[in-house]
C-alpha cells in the first residue's frame, strides 16, 4: 500500500459518532471507503464537496461514521476505485478521542 498517512486526533462525540474530511481527486473514480476488516464502525453518511474553482482537481469526501461495537483508538480509510480489485491508492488512519466520562 502506498501513500499511508496518520492524522490528527478525531473527536467522538456522545452517541459514538465522528465526522471525516478526506481529499479526494475528481472525476477519477476514487472513492474513500472503511478500509476491510473494518466491522467496528458503520458509515452513516457519505457525500462530496466539489471544488468548482477548477476542473481535475481534488474534491472533499464527508463521511459521518458510527462506532457499533468497542471502543477502538482509530479507523482506517482507503482511496479505491469499487469496480477495480486491488485498487488501493491511497490509505489513512485517524486516532480516535473519545468524550471523558
Do not use: C
Amino acid at each position: 500500500m502506498s501513500n499511508q498517512s496518520i492524522e490528527p486526533l478525531v473527536e467522538v462525540d456522545a452517541k459514538g459518532e465522528f465526522m471525516v474530511s478526506v481529499k479526494e481527486p475528481s472525476a477519477s473514480g476514487y472513492q474513500w471507503k472503511l478500509a476491510n476488516n473494518q466491522p467496528k464502525f458503520k458509515i452513516l453518511s457519505s457525500r462530496v464537496k466539489r471544488n468548482t474553482r477548477s476542473f481535475g482537481g481534488s474534491s472533499k469526501r464527508i463521511m459521518k461514521i458510527k462506532i457499533v461495537d468497542d471502543h477502538p483508538d482509530s479507523v482506517s480509510l482507503v482511496l479505491v476505485r469499487p469496480w477495480e480489485k486491488n485498487s488501493i491508492k491511497r490509505s489513512t488512519t485517524m486516532k480516535l478521542k473519545y468524550p471523558k466520562v
